[in-house]
Structures are given as structure tokens and as C-alpha cells.
């Protein structure tokens, strides 16, 4: 054998090279195997090769390579090998991964890489660059999950994947579109993904396409809007859309090579035919006429089976008529005679003075002809023009607008005749004869049984129901001593049947025994009397109805077998039907052939021809029948012998006849017209921004420039008094206040000087010297307005504003009169001209004004310090007094009195927390509000402590050191949304950037955005509609963010009233107990 190895280098024309289970090493395969430049087909397979020989790796022409069941654990193909390959098979080796140049080899059609070791890592990312790999096998490895490109080979017919640990397929597994095998088995974890038209009904809510390409769409954004700055010129397609034609683009690079190879062929046929006319020189063209190139182009046809050979060759007038696709020659006494339905060929020929024939070929087309009978008319007009080689046109004339020419032919006059003479080519549908039936109806369970009884008056019987089949009308007949129950339900049966069978064209009439119309007679035995035999009871009532038997049409080596179907109980079921298969059903007084629709023609054949065997071979009734089934259009009468099969009649009684015959009777077309309108544009725009510091200066200096005065006023008791200057800025959460506010009106004229004065006005720096300041300018001054702020704390009731309403307010109508606005405001949600007027020095206390003056101040209180979107926003707000309620973002204020003076002689002190991660700018303007509004006649001293520098006084007075929220990062990504229908559709808003808890509207669902977290809150008193709605909108918003901001994936989470946690409510300032809306306190 060695010797034989050796001898390779000189059988250069070897193509095919097998060496399959040969004990092959490394050392004993010739080195001069890669001389073998014709090699194709090489087999190593079954042998004990650690690596590939580098001599494989030389041969250019190799197309087929089989190293399977080796040890090989690598396979280093360097750049440029194997280019022509197109079968490789590794399989049963120890490979942990494919080289990444195997993208490279582009006409691989085949890889077999079955029972190694790979992984997701070992697979090239590449390898949909194979565009025509058709088969791939990687069963037995260590596979979780496939790369995406393995959805890109278009190709792919054959794909192997069973046996390894599969978790998820890429989504394109589904679009391939050539793939007909796909072998997934023995991968317990896998999770196959949803088709993309099921994903899509998924999305589809309540008539409401709830996918992301359609909202951007609505939304009037491109679908990559949202991850890429650069312009699109063209609408993005939804990701399927994009897929798909991903893929058929690679299928047309996959088909490139036969393309090239076609044009490349039309080319040098070109250039031969250019060639061949630059060798004949530039002759001298002659110009032919229109009648020398029908001459050229006449095909030379035998028409002498059609016409004559005497036909137009002598003077004379033939005419033909349309029968059965051909022309049939008529006798000249019916010249001049046309029927509507028919069609005609007329020649006429004439002898000119130069002896020379003229011809003249009309073709005549009736009114009511037959498609078949114009087209041959046409068609054989031109076949007579070729038969007698003339060269005249052929001139269509048609009925009622024949020329002057036509009719001179006929002495101008022609006889129109109604209907037709000849017979269509057509195959015509014959629609064959109704033949009646009667049946006695019987109930067995909840099935309605007909059985089959002679048609006469002595079938009936008055302890039954009858039906009659008469064709255009359906008779119930129902005997005097029948059940209402029974009748009831052959009424639903002839429903049934006029539904399915008579497509609602036959009429269903109800009779009695004591009420039988003549109709009813006549269609039972042609007479419209009553029968002169009385109607008796005549059926036993041990009657036993004939047996039901099913059998399976076969054929078998040279005959046909009809084996029987067993039957479970005796009842009949629709999956006992196969699809590919033929049975026949025999009910003794009826046999029924049902074919399947994938059933094969001679099987079809053979059905037919043992089903009139099968009813000539036993005794039975005269009515008994045959009848032919088809799968898919059964009749009801045939369906009525199996359980359950169609028992109910689909009908929406939710609609009128009235709604039907306006809007039509199919619900896909109705849903498709009436889709239900959403607005979820809210959810793609970008977050407000935040307000910088400048800008926030900027805008409480424009907010208090025109303000010349500001008086404030507390609800006490009944009253409405004035309130202390030192208590300006400091609000109670159970008190209501008002504000009068004087603002000065600048004529347009005095703009300019006015903007040129206001730098020197910001130095005064307080209200009251604003006020003075204004007061200066009075002479200037020719107009004002006056705003009345009502501000309501969240724990206050509407007395307060009754109150207003019914004294203040009026007092201040009659004397501001036209120049006054109202102005009603409750607690975190007052408009920024107002916050302005504070300068950012805003407290709010809980509990009511005059007891905490009175009683209060002798337990610790904290306060948060927070601005949400901007400094004009700025709150102070009292909090529950504990440490886990804490943000290294936020700075504090407690107020922590003593329960006895200490031993510096202090009865407490005010403590300013600075977070570590807190704004600089609220370090020195916390220590002034503690000063100013928190710290009460300056009775304890301010102490500024930074977080981590705290003493144990301060901990003992929020009840103990406990772990508290160190990250703020939340305020910059928190959005709010309302999902509501209050509009007449589902539609979504944001609320502003300053959102406060009230903010939650109890009859909607809200959705809320920290930044890694999207709540779904649900109101006490939403709609389940709502929800739904809601959560399907929140879908996508998820997946637009993860567009948007892929580097913060959000994870969707419901929370309902009442029970929100932690991560819920920091977004919230002052988070507290929920209010109780009216009409709820029971």
C-alpha cells in the first residue's frame, strides 16, 4: 500500500481520492499528494489525524473534503485555501471552535461540524457571509445560543441543532426562506421566539398596533430617530420589514454568479451580431413598407382544415359563424341574419380592372357573445387573411355600430335575432336537478339527527318533526304530539343548512299537523290537498336507526382495499378524517365519499368508482343516494353524523340588520376601518431639560420686576387676617393663604427705559424696597393688574376657598373691579411666577398655623430641601422625621430641641445636613432658611454638619442610625406620564418636570421613569381597558428607551396605590399618605 502512496505523484489526472478508515497518521501520508493539482473528492475520514496534512491545505481544485471522526482539535485554513471547496464535514472530532477564514470560502455549500465541542464563541460571527450554505449540521456540541448570522444564509435548507443545551434562536430563524428542515430536539431549555406575525397580533391591543415602527410612525419620528443623529431622506420599514429584504438582497448576491454568467453570454452575442454588421459594410438600406413585413412575418401555417381551398378565389361573399372555437361555413340563405349571442367572420371579394383579387375581412361581435366566440373571431379573421395571403386589414365590426361598408354588403340591410345559434366552447355548468328529500328529525344529546324516509304523506308521523328539502324553500313539519324542543332544533338545522349549503338563497317554513299549507302538499306529493289517509302513528317505537360505519379508501398491489375505521362508542369525529386520504361513509339509506383535498388523483378515481360498488352490492332503499363530499365544503347533512362537528351558527346578535347592510358583514374589514385612535406621541419626546442657575436667576428677576406689592393673608377660623411679615415663605399643609399681588403694566413706549432701569432696581435687593422702588415710579406709571393667589395646603379642605370666594374675593372685585385675576393653586404645584416672588426661601409645614404656634415645637422636625428642573422650584418641606429618609443628593434641616438643656446650657439646635452629592449652590441657601424661617426667634444656634461628620445627638433625634439612599442620580432621567381616555381615546401626557404626589391621578394610570426602573401605577379607581392600554404603552416606551439610551435598560414594574415602595416614591418630594379622594372616606 505504501508503495502504491508512493506512485501518486504521477497519476496527475487522479480526481477522487478515498482513504476512509486506513489507519492514516501524519506519517504515513505522501507529501507529494498536493502534486495532485486535479484532486476533488478527497475522504480521510475514520482514521487517526491529530491535525489537517498541510498538503490538503495546496490543492486549489478541492470541492469535497471528509476529515470526519479524527482527532483533530484545530483547523488553522490560512487565507486563500480552499476557495473552491463546497462539502466539508468535520464531524466526530475535537474541535472547540470553526477558523474565522471559513467565511472566506464562499462556495461552501455543505459543513457538516456535528459531535465536537463548540460553543457560541466557536461559531464565526461571520458565517452568514456563506450565502450558499444549504446544509448545516452542529448537532452534539455545547451550543446556547447561535449566532445571527446563521439567519443570514439564505440558502439554507438543512439545518441540524439537536443535542446541544440551545436557550434562544435569533429571530430571522423564521424568515429563512428556503429552510424545510430545522431539528431542534433534545434542547429542554430552549425558548423558540415568536413568529413575526404572531408578535405582531401580540402587539396588536384593543385594534391598537402597539408595535414601535408603527407608534415612531404615528408619532411622526423615524424609527432611527432615536439612536442616530444623520438625516434619513426615507421612511425606516419595521424590523421584519428590514429583515426580509435583508435577506432577499443576500439571496440575489446568492444567485449573482448565474446572472454574470447569462449577461456575460448576451454580451459576446452582441458584440458578434455588432461584428458581423461592421463586415457587410454600410449598404445601401431599403426602406420596407408595412405590407412587405406582414408578407416577411406571415407564419406559414396549413389552414386548409379550417377553410376551403375554393374560399376567396373568385368573386363572391362567404360568411362563417363562431362554433366551438372554429369557423363553421353557412348556408347563403342566412346572410344578413346575426344573433346577439354570436359571432362572425365575413369575407368579401372583388375583381379589380386589372384582374387582381381585393379582399375585405370583417370579423362581426355580438352584444351578449361569449369571451370565446370574440377572441377566435378575432383570431381567425387574421388565420383567413394569412390562408389567402392577402394583404388587407382585418376590420372588427360590432353590433349596432356596424360601418356603411359592412352594411352594403347586405343591401343595407341586416336582421338582428336574440339569443344564439351556435354553442360556447366553453365547458357550461350545468346546475343539476334538485332532487327532494324528506327526513324524520330525532335528538340525540345536543345533536339533531336526520334519517332518510320515503317522500310521501305516509312517512309522516305525529309523534315527530319532518324536514322537507324542497330546494328554493325548507319545510318543518312538526305532528301534533311532537316536542317544541325537538322542533326548535331542526328549525336551527334548516338554518344551518341554508347557511352552508343554499348560501342563504332558500326560504325556511315552519308548519303544523292542525296547520299545514297546500304549499307544503304540493311539495310533498304534487297535490295541494291534504292526503285523504289519515296521518297515524306508524313508527315503532323500538325503531333502531341504521349504524353508521366508516371506511378508509386504500389501494393496494393491483386492488383496492376498503378497510373499516373502528369507531369509539359508535360515534363519528373530524379528526378521524385525513386530509391525504379518501373514506367513504354508509348510512345505509346514504353513502357519502369525502376526498381529501391533498388526496392523490387515482386515489380520488378509485373512491368514485368503489362508492357505486359499494351501494349496488347491498339492498337498500329507493331514496337512498350518493353523495360526494369535499373537504372543506361539506354539506350540513353530511356534518350532522359526526359529534360535534359544527353545532352552533356563528351570528353577532350584537348587530342590527340595519348595521349590517350599512357596514358591511365582515369584522376584519369594520375593524381594519374603524381602528381605534391612540396618542402616544408623548412618549418619544426628549425630557425637559433642566433649568441652569443662570437661567433660573433670569427668570425670578423677570417674574419680579413688574411686582410692586405683596400682601399676604392666613384663613383663620372664618377669616381671612393679615399675615406677619416674619412668617412670609412658611406654609402649614392644613391652612389655606392668600396672596395680593400688585403688578405694574409698562407701556410699550417706556419698555426700553424701564429694562435700562431694572439693573440698578436688583440692587435694593429686598420686597420692601421693591415696593418703595415702584412706588418712586408711580408718575411713570399709567396702568396696573392685580392677581389674587389662593394657595391650599394637600391636608386642608375647600372651606377655605368658599370662604374665599364668599368674602375676600368680593371685597376685592369691587375694588379692583376688571384689573383683577384669581388665581387658585394647591401645595408643590404653583406656577413659577409665584415661587418667583419667595426667592426660592419656601417652607412648608405639616400640621395647621396656630397649633404648632402655640403647642408645637417641642419634638424634632426634619426638613428636605430639593429643586426639581430648576432653582425657581425650589421647596423646604417637612418630612417624617427619620434617618433612613436621608439622600447624599439632598441637604436637610433639623430642628432638634432638647428634652432638657444640656451642659452648654442649649435647650436644642438646628442642624443643616449637606450631602455629599448635594448641589453647592443649596449649601449656604439651607443655612439661611433654617436661620430665617425654621429657626423660630433665633432659640437654638445653626450647626452645618456634612454627611459623615454627624454626632450622636444628631442621630438620637431622627430615632437611630439607619442605612439611607447615597445615590440621587435618578433626578436627572425621572418622567411622569397619564395615561387617561378622557379624551375620547387612549392617549398619553407628561406632566411637568416639578411633579409632586398629587400629581397621581386616582382614576388613571400613571407611568413613571427613574432612570432604570418604568413603573406602571395603577389608580384606585382606573379602568380595566386603561391598564391594558397602559401596559402595552409602557411596552414601548421600554423598548424606545433601550433604542435611545442602550446603556440603561429599563425593566418594567407595576405598583399599585397604596403600596409603592421605596424606589417609587423618592422620585416624589415629601412622599406621604395618600389623600382620600370624596365620596371614598367610608
Given at each position: 500500500?505504501?508503495?502504491?502512496?508512493?506512485?501518486?505523484?504521477?497519476?496527475?489526472?487522479?480526481?477522487?481520492?478515498?482513504?476512509?478508515?486506513?489507519?492514516?497518521?501524519?506519517?504515513?501520508?505522501?507529501?507529494?499528494?498536493?502534486?495532485?493539482?486535479?484532486?476533488?473528492?478527497?475522504?480521510?475520514?475514520?482514521?487517526?489525524?491529530?491535525?489537517?496534512?498541510?498538503?490538503?491545505?495546496?490543492?486549489?481544485?478541492l470541492r469535497k473534503l471528509d476529515i470526519s471522526h479524527n482527532k483533530l482539535t484545530n483547523l488553522p485554513i490560512a487565507e486563500g485555501r480552499w476557495e473552491n471547496l463546497e462539502t466539508l464535514n468535520v464531524s466526530s472530532n475535537a474541535l472547540t471552535a470553526l477558523p474565522e477564514q471559513i467565511v472566506r470560502m464562499v462556495k461552501l455549500q455543505r459543513l457538516y461540524a456535528s459531535d465536537n465541542q463548540l460553543t457560541f464563541q466557536g461559531i464565526p460571527g461571520g458565517i452568514g457571509k456563506l450565502v450558499q450554505l444549504r446544509v448545516l449540521h452542529l448537532s452534539y456540541n455545547k451550543l446556547e445560543l447561535i449566532p445571527e448570522g446563521v439567519s443570514r444564509c439564505v440558502r439554507l435548507q438543512k439545518l441540524k441543532l439537536d443535542n446541544n443545551k440551545l436557550i434562544l434562536l435569533p429571530e430571522g430563524i423564521h424568515l429563512l426562506p428556503d429552510l424545510k428542515e430545522l431539528d431542534l430536539h433534545n434542547n429542554d431549555d430552549l425558548v423558540m421566539p415568536p413568529k413575526p406575525n404572531e408578535r405582531r397580533k401580540a402587539l396588536a391591543f384593543y385594534n391598537i398596533d402597539f408595535t414601535l415602527a408603527n407608534q415612531y410612525k404615528l408619532a411622526g419620528q423615524s424609527p432611527s430617530s432615536s439612536v442616530s443623529s444623520l438625516p434619513s431622506s426615507t421612511t425606516q420599514k419595521d424590523p421584519v420589514a428590514r429583515k426580509?429584504?435583508?435577506?432577499?438582497?443576500?439571496?440575489?448576491?446568492?444567485?449573482?454568479?448565474?446572472?454574470?454568467?447569462?449577461?456575460?453570454?448576451?454580451?459576446?452575442?452582441?458584440?458578434?451580431?455588432?461584428?458581423?454588421?461592421?463586415?457587410?459594410?454600410?449598404?445601401?438600406?431599403?426602406?420596407?413598407?408595412?405590407?412587405?413585413?406582414?408578407?416577411?412575418?406571415?407564419?406559414?401555417?396549413?389552414?386548409?382544415?379550417?377553410?376551403?381551398?375554393?374560399?376567396?378565389?373568385?368573386?363572391?361573399?362567404?360568411?362563417?359563424?363562431?362554433?366551438?372555437?372554429?369557423?363553421?361555413?353557412?348556408?347563403?340563405?342566412?346572410?344578413?341574419?346575426?344573433?346577439?349571442?354570436?359571432?362572425?367572420?365575413?369575407?368579401?371579394?372583388?375583381?379589380?380592372?386589372?384582374?387582381?383579387?381585393?379582399?375585405?375581412?370583417?370579423?362581426?361581435?355580438?352584444?351578449?357573445?361569449?369571451?370565446?366566440?370574440?377572441?377566435?373571431?378575432?383570431?381567425?379573421?387574421?388565420?383567413?387573411?394569412?390562408?389567402?395571403?392577402?394583404?388587407?386589414?382585418?376590420?372588427?365590426?360590432?353590433?349596432?355600430?356596424?360601418?356603411?361598408?359592412?352594411?352594403?354588403?347586405?343591401?343595407?340591410?341586416?336582421?338582428?335575432?336574440?339569443?344564439?345559434?351556435?354553442?360556447?366552447?366553453?365547458?357550461?355548468?350545468?346546475?343539476?336537478?334538485?332532487?327532494?328529500?324528506?327526513?324524520?328529525?330525532?335528538?340525540?344529546?345536543?345533536?339533531?339527527?336526520?334519517?332518510?324516509?320515503?317522500?310521501?304523506?305516509?312517512?309522516?308521523?305525529?309523534?315527530?318533526?319532518?324536514?322537507?328539502?324542497?330546494?328554493?324553500?325548507?319545510?318543518?313539519?312538526?305532528?301534533?304530539?311532537?316536542?317544541?324542543?325537538?322542533?326548535?332544533?331542526?328549525?336551527?338545522?334548516?338554518?344551518?343548512?341554508?347557511?352552508?349549503?343554499?348560501?342563504?338563497?332558500?326560504?325556511?317554513?315552519?308548519?303544523?299537523?292542525?296547520?299545514?299549507?297546500?304549499?307544503?302538499?304540493?311539495?310533498?306529493?304534487?297535490?295541494?290537498?291534504?292526503?285523504?289517509?289519515?296521518?297515524?302513528?306508524?313508527?315503532?317505537?323500538?325503531?333502531?336507526?341504521?349504524?353508521?360505519?366508516?371506511?378508509?379508501?386504500?389501494?393496494?398491489?393491483?386492488?383496492?382495499?376498503?378497510?373499516?375505521?373502528?369507531?369509539?362508542?359508535?360515534?363519528?369525529?373530524?379528526?378521524?378524517?385525513?386530509?391525504?386520504?379518501?373514506?367513504?361513509?354508509?348510512?345505509?339509506?346514504?353513502?357519502?365519499?369525502?376526498?381529501?383535498?391533498?388526496?392523490?388523483?387515482?386515489?380520488?378515481?378509485?373512491?368514485?368508482?368503489?362508492?357505486?360498488?359499494?351501494?349496488?352490492?347491498?339492498?337498500?332503499?329507493?331514496?337512498?343516494?350518493?353523495?360526494?363530499?369535499?373537504?372543506?365544503?361539506?354539506?350540513?347533512?353530511?356534518?350532522?353524523?359526526?359529534?360535534?362537528?359544527?353545532?352552533?351558527?356563528?351570528?353577532?346578535?350584537?348587530?342590527?340588520?340595519?348595521?349590517?347592510?350599512?357596514?358591511?358583514?365582515?369584522?376584519?374589514?369594520?375593524?381594519?376601518?374603524?381602528?381605534?385612535?391612540?396618542?402616544?406621541?408623548?412618549?418619544?419626546?426628549?425630557?425637559?431639560?433642566?433649568?441652569?442657575?443662570?437661567?433660573?436667576?433670569?427668570?425670578?428677576?423677570?417674574?419680579?420686576?413688574?411686582?410692586?406689592?405683596?400682601?399676604?393673608?392666613?384663613?383663620?377660623?372664618?377669616?381671612?387676617?393679615?399675615?406677619?411679615?416674619?412668617?412670609?415663605?412658611?406654609?402649614?399643609?392644613?391652612?389655606?393663604?392668600?396672596?395680593?399681588?400688585?403688578?405694574?403694566?409698562?407701556?410699550?413706549?417706556?419698555?426700553?427705559?424701564?429694562?435700562?432701569?431694572?439693573?440698578?432696581?436688583?440692587?435694593?435687593?429686598?420686597?420692601?424696597?421693591?415696593?418703595?422702588?415702584?412706588?418712586?415710579?408711580?408718575?411713570?406709571?399709567?396702568?396696573?393688574?392685580?392677581?389674587?393667589?389662593?394657595?391650599?395646603?394637600?391636608?386642608?379642605?375647600?372651606?377655605?376657598?368658599?370662604?374665599?370666594?364668599?368674602?375676600?374675593?368680593?371685597?376685592?372685585?369691587?375694588?379692583?373691579?376688571?384689573?383683577?385675576?384669581?388665581?387658585?393653586?394647591?401645595?408643590?404645584?404653583?406656577?413659577?411666577?409665584?415661587?418667583?416672588?419667595?426667592?426660592?426661601?419656601?417652607?412648608?409645614?405639616?400640621?395647621?398655623?396656630?397649633?404648632?404656634?402655640?403647642?408645637?415645637?417641642?419634638?424634632?422636625?426634619?426638613?428636605?430641601?430639593?429643586?426639581?428642573?430648576?432653582?425657581?422650584?425650589?421647596?423646604?418641606?417637612?418630612?417624617?422625621?427619620?434617618?433612613?429618609?436621608?439622600?447624599?443628593?439632598?441637604?436637610?434641616?433639623?430642628?432638634?430641641?432638647?428634652?432638657?438643656?444640656?451642659?452648654?446650657?442649649?435647650?436644642?439646635?438646628?442642624?443643616?445636613?449637606?450631602?455629599?452629592?448635594?448641589?453647592?449652590?443649596?449649601?449656604?441657601?439651607?443655612?439661611?432658611?433654617?436661620?430665617?424661617?425654621?429657626?423660630?426667634?433665633?432659640?437654638?444656634?445653626?450647626?452645618?454638619?456634612?454627611?459623615?461628620?454627624?454626632?450622636?445627638?444628631?442621630?438620637?433625634?431622627?430615632?437611630?442610625?439607619?442605612?439611607?439612599?447615597?445615590?440621587?442620580?435618578?433626578?436627572?432621567?425621572?418622567?411622569?406620564?397619564?395615561?387617561?381616555?378622557?379624551?375620547?381615546?387612549?392617549?398619553?401626557?407628561?406632566?411637568?418636570?416639578?411633579?409632586?404626589?398629587?400629581?397621581?391621578?386616582?382614576?388613571?394610570?400613571?407611568?413613571?421613569?427613574?432612570?432604570?426602573?418604568?413603573?406602571?401605577?395603577?389608580?384606585?379607581?382606573?379602568?380595566?381597558?386603561?391598564?391594558?392600554?397602559?401596559?402595552?404603552?409602557?411596552?414601548?416606551?421600554?423598548?424606545?428607551?433601550?433604542?435611545?439610551?442602550?446603556?440603561?435598560?429599563?425593566?418594567?414594574?407595576?405598583?399599585?396605590?397604596?403600596?409603592?415602595?421605596?424606589?417609587?416614591?423618592?422620585?416624589?418630594?415629601?412622599?406621604?399618605?395618600?389623600?382620600?379622594?370624596?365620596?371614598?372616606?367610608?
Amino acid at each position: 500500500m505504501q508503495e502504491a502512496l508512493i506512485q501518486f505523484s504521477s497519476m496527475t489526472s487522479l480526481r477522487v481520492l478515498h482513504m476512509r478508515n486506513t489507519h492514516r497518521t501524519l506519517d504515513n501520508i505522501p507529501p507529494t499528494l498536493d502534486d495532485l493539482d486535479n484532486l476533488q473528492d478527497i475522504d480521510f475520514s475514520y482514521n487517526d489525524l491529530p491535525e489537517v496534512p498541510d498538503c490538503l491545505f495546496k490543492l486549489k481544485n478541492l470541492r469535497k473534503l471528509d476529515i470526519s471522526h479524527n482527532k483533530l482539535t484545530n483547523l488553522p485554513i490560512a487565507e486563500g485555501r480552499w476557495e473552491n471547496l463546497e462539502t466539508l464535514n468535520v464531524s466526530s472530532n475535537a474541535l472547540t471552535a470553526l477558523p474565522e477564514q471559513i467565511v472566506r470560502m464562499v462556495k461552501l455549500q455543505r459543513l457538516y461540524a456535528s459531535d465536537n465541542q463548540l460553543t457560541f464563541q466557536g461559531i464565526p460571527g461571520g458565517i452568514g457571509k456563506l450565502v450558499q450554505l444549504r446544509v448545516l449540521h452542529l448537532s452534539y456540541n455545547k451550543l446556547e445560543l447561535i449566532p445571527e448570522g446563521v439567519s443570514r444564509c439564505v440558502r439554507l435548507q438543512k439545518l441540524k441543532l439537536d443535542n446541544n443545551k440551545l436557550i434562544l434562536l435569533p429571530e430571522g430563524i423564521h424568515l429563512l426562506p428556503d429552510l424545510k428542515e430545522l431539528d431542534l430536539h433534545n434542547n429542554d431549555d430552549l425558548v423558540m421566539p415568536p413568529k413575526p406575525n404572531e408578535r405582531r397580533k401580540a402587539l396588536a391591543f384593543y385594534n391598537i398596533d402597539f408595535t414601535l415602527a408603527n407608534q415612531y410612525k404615528l408619532a411622526g419620528q423615524s424609527p432611527s430617530s432615536s439612536v442616530s443623529s444623520l438625516p434619513s431622506s426615507t421612511t425606516q420599514k419595521d424590523p421584519v420589514a428590514r429583515k426580509k429584504e435583508f435577506l432577499r438582497r443576500r439571496k440575489m448576491q446568492a444567485d449573482s454568479q448565474g446572472a454574470s454568467k447569462v449577461i456575460e453570454g448576451m454580451s459576446q452575442v452582441a458584440g458578434a451580431a455588432r461584428e458581423r454588421l461592421e463586415n457587410e459594410g454600410s449598404g445601401e438600406i431599403k426602406i420596407t413598407s408595412w405590407k412587405d413585413k406582414i408578407e416577411h412575418e406571415r407564419p406559414h401555417l396549413d389552414y386548409s382544415d379550417v377553410f376551403d381551398k375554393d374560399v376567396g378565389q373568385d368573386e363572391g361573399l362567404w360568411m362563417w359563424e363562431i362554433e366551438n372555437f372554429y369557423p363553421s361555413l353557412i348556408h347563403p340563405s342566412f346572410y344578413g341574419h346575426f344573433y346577439d349571442a354570436d359571432c362572425y367572420l365575413i369575407l368579401k371579394v372583388t375583381k379589380e380592372d386589372s384582374g387582381a383579387l381585393k379582399h375585405a375581412i370583417y370579423y362581426w361581435i355580438g352584444e351578449q357573445a361569449t369571451l370565446d366566440k370574440s377572441m377566435c373571431a378575432a383570431v381567425h379573421a387574421v388565420n383567413l387573411r394569412n390562408h389567402l395571403c392577402a394583404s388587407c386589414r382585418t376590420i372588427r365590426e360590432e353590433m349596432n355600430e356596424e360601418s356603411d361598408e359592412f352594411l352594403e354588403l347586405f343591401g343595407e340591410e341586416i336582421t338582428y335575432i336574440e339569443g344564439a345559434r351556435t354553442a360556447s366552447g366553453f365547458y357550461t355548468v350545468e346546475k343539476p336537478e334538485h332532487v327532494k328529500r324528506l327526513y324524520r328529525a330525532s335528538v340525540n344529546g345536543n345533536a339533531v339527527e336526520m334519517e332518510p324516509v320515503p317522500l310521501g304523506p305516509e312517512s309522516l308521523d305525529p309523534r315527530y318533526v319532518f324536514l322537507l328539502d324542497a330546494g328554493e324553500t325548507i319545510w318543518v313539519w312538526s305532528g301534533r304530539k311532537s316536542r317544541i324542543t325537538v322542533a326548535n332544533k331542526a328549525r336551527l338545522f334548516a338554518v344551518k343548512m341554508n347557511k352552508k349549503d343554499r348560501k342563504g338563497s332558500a326560504e325556511i317554513e315552519n308548519c303544523t299537523e292542525l296547520k299545514t299549507p297546500s304549499e307544503f302538499w304540493m311539495a310533498l306529493y304534487g297535490k295541494p290537498g291534504k292526503p285523504e289517509d289519515p296521518i297515524v302513528e306508524h313508527v315503532g317505537d323500538d325503531c333502531l336507526k341504521d349504524g353508521k360505519r366508516l371506511y378508509q379508501v386504500k389501494i393496494g398491489m393491483g386492488f383496492l382495499e376498503l378497510p373499516q375505521v373502528e369507531l369509539d362508542h359508535g360515534l363519528l369525529h373530524q379528526n378521524m378524517l385525513d386530509t391525504k386520504c379518501a373514506y367513504v361513509l354508509d348510512c345505509h339509506s346514504d353513502i357519502y365519499l369525502w376526498l381529501g383535498k391533498k388526496a392523490n388523483r387515482l386515489l380520488k378515481m378509485a373512491g368514485q368508482k368503489i362508492v357505486v360498488e359499494l351501494h349496488a352490492m347491498l339492498e337498500r332503499p329507493d331514496y337512498a343516494c350518493i353523495s360526494r363530499e369535499t373537504e372543506g365544503e361539506e354539506s350540513t347533512m353530511f356534518r350532522s353524523k359526526f359529534q360535534g362537528w359544527d353545532d352552533i351558527v356563528p351570528f353577532d346578535f350584537t348587530r342590527t340588520a340595519d348595521s349590517v347592510q350599512r357596514r358591511g358583514a365582515d369584522l376584519k374589514v369594520i375593524m381594519e376601518r374603524d381602528k381605534i385612535k391612540a396618542d402616544l406621541s408623548s412618549l418619544f419626546l426628549p425630557r425637559q431639560s433642566s433649568m441652569n442657575e443662570e437661567e433660573a436667576n433670569q427668570v425670578m428677576e423677570e417674574c419680579n420686576e413688574d411686582l410692586q406689592l405683596l400682601e399676604p393673608f392666613v384663613l383663620e377660623g372664618k377669616k381671612f387676617v393679615r399675615l406677619p411679615q416674619t412668617e412670609l415663605g412658611t406654609f402649614y399643609t392644613m391652612d389655606c393663604y392668600v396672596f395680593l399681588c400688585r403688578y405694574e403694566v409698562f407701556p410699550e413706549d417706556e419698555e426700553t427705559d424701564l429694562e435700562d432701569e431694572a439693573g440698578e432696581d436688583d440692587e435694593k435687593g429686598s420686597r420692601g424696597e421693591a415696593g418703595n422702588r415702584n412706588g418712586n415710579k408711580e408718575e411713570k406709571q399709567e396702568d396696573f393688574k392685580c392677581v389674587v393667589y389662593f394657595w391650599q395646603g394637600r391636608d386642608a379642605n375647600n372651606m377655605g376657598w368658599l370662604h374665599f370666594t364668599f368674602s375676600l374675593q368680593k371685597k376685592f372685585e369691587s375694588l379692583f373691579k376688571d384689573k383683577l385675576e384669581v388665581v387658585r393653586m394647591y401645595q408643590q404645584q404653583e406656577n413659577h411666577k409665584f415661587l418667583s416672588h419667595f426667592h426660592r426661601k419656601f417652607v412648608i409645614r405639616r400640621g395647621r398655623r396656630g397649633l404648632n404656634l402655640n403647642l408645637g415645637g417641642h419634638w424634632p422636625e426634619l426638613f428636605n430641601m430639593r429643586a426639581n428642573g430648576s432653582s425657581v422650584c425650589t421647596r423646604t418641606i417637612q418630612i417624617d422625621c427619620r434617618a433612613d429618609q436621608l439622600n447624599s443628593a439632598f441637604c436637610y434641616i433639623l430642628r432638634a430641641p432638647f428634652r432638657c438643656v444640656d451642659a452648654e446650657g442649649l435647650k436644642g439646635k438646628v442642624y443643616v445636613w449637606i450631602g455629599s452629592k448635594s448641589n453647592p449652590i443649596h449649601h449656604e441657601l439651607a443655612e439661611q432658611v433654617a436661620k430665617e424661617l425654621i429657626n423660630r426667634n433665633d432659640e437654638f444656634p445653626v450647626v452645618v454638619v456634612k454627611e459623615g461628620e454627624e454626632d450622636d445627638t444628631f442621630w438620637e433625634c431622627l430615632g437611630g442610625k439607619k442605612k439611607y439612599d447615597t445615590d440621587g442620580d435618578f433626578l436627572q432621567h425621572t418622567r411622569l406620564f397619564r395615561c387617561t381616555n378622557e379624551k375620547g381615546f387612549f392617549a398619553v401626557s407628561e406632566k411637568t418636570v416639578d411633579f409632586c404626589q398629587d400629581d397621581l391621578d386616582d382614576a388613571d394610570i400613571m407611568i413613571l421613569d427613574n432612570g432604570t426602573l418604568v413603573f406602571l401605577w395603577m389608580g384606585a379607581h382606573a379602568s380595566e381597558v386603561e391598564l391594558k392600554l397602559a401596559y402595552k404603552a409602557a411596552q414601548v416606551y421600554v423598548a424606545h428607551m433601550l433604542m435611545k439610551q442602550p446603556d440603561r435598560p429599563r425593566k418594567l414594574v407595576l405598583s399599585l396605590k397604596g403600596r409603592e415602595s421605596k424606589r417609587f416614591t423618592k422620585c416624589f418630594q415629601a412622599w406621604s399618605k395618600h389623600k382620600v379622594p370624596p365620596g371614598d372616606e367610608m
